[in-house]
């Protein structure tokens, strides 16, 4: 198996750190890794306003060709030591459907990789970064009328962004299926998610998608698993729906971390 880290943030990250692209590359290379995706947060949809407090969920889209260009001259750089990939973790927001696919348009063929992602839910006609915090969750759950309708909305707008049409260049890996259970310790659900999980993933099969087995959610304090866990993964292989792992990072020194769990949950 071809050792890849496919889900990689950069300096580009306006919440992550500063740490230069090499120190990503040599830290993957330390680690025995054949390829690393940078996928950085692309910049979000026209006319869509981000809800965080300082409004640093992604990329600005002045900063993508700049981003393109050194990851370009990077690959030439050490296309003898790894692979390195240019990808966008690009946010599926249920309204913005025409405009995310214009990025995508303009920017797709630039690309090698990419990942679909759910962070943004709309609740009474307002968007929320469902992960930001855990009083953003807790507004949700006040917002939808408890814990289990936050899951409901959760997961079906991610089944929404498998089933939507966002053109040729639609990323074909979905992204930490279960980051609605970063809070999970404080905010306890019932696992009454399971039917949507199924409708995703035999969706995602019958569009050859991959899935994202993202050990971010082991970092963090109140979820303490992979997202998605291992009961999820083995539905996963059931539908034969490929598994790609993905630290996550944002700073270097994450590249590959937790790698033998995620062997462990796939094995």
Not at 105 to 113: A, R, S
Not at 159 to 167: E, I, K, R, T, Y
Request: proline residues 4%; glycine residues 6%; contains cysteine.
């Amino acid at each position: 198996m071809v050792k890849i880290d496919g889900h990689v943030h950069t300096l580009f990250c306006p919440h992550g750190s500063n740490d230069d692209f090499i120190l990503y590359i040599e830290q993957a290379i330390k680690n025995g890794f054949q390829s690393i995706s940078f996928t950085e947060h692309a910049p979000l949809p026209e006319g869509f306003i981000d809800p965080t407090p300082e409004k640093d969920s992604a990329m600005p889209l002045e900063k993508l060709d700049d981003y393109i260009h050194q990851l370009k001259e990077l690959k030439r750089e050490f296309k003898n030591d790894i692979e390195i990939k240019i990808g966008l973790e690009v946010d599926f927001i249920t309204g913005y459907e025409k405009e995310t696919e214009k990025l995508l348009n303009d920017y797709g063929p630039e690309l090698d990789d990419g990942i679909l992602s759910v962070h943004f839910l709309k609740a009474l006609d307002k968007y929320y970064c469902l992960d930001f915090d855990a009083e953003t969750f807790d507004r949700l759950i006040h917002l939808t009328g408890g814990v289990t309708n936050v899951y409901q909305l959760y997961f079906h707008t991610v089944w929404q962004a498998v089933v939507s049409d966002l053109g040729l260049y639609k990323p074909k890996r979905l992204g930490h299926l279960t980051l609605v259970r970063k809070f999970q310790k404080l905010f306890p659900e019932n696992n009454s998610h399971f039917y949507w999980i199924e409708k995703i993933f035999h969706e995602m099969a019958k569009r050859d998608m991959e899935l994202d087995v993202n050990v971010a959610g082991l970092r963090k304090e109140y979820c303490g698993e992979i997202y998605p866990p291992e009961n999820i993964i083995q539905m996963a292989t059931q539908q034969k729906i490929p598994l790609v792992y993905g630290s996550d990072a944002h700073s270097a020194k994450d590249v590959g971390a937790n790698y033998d769990d995620f062997l462990k949950a796939i094995l």
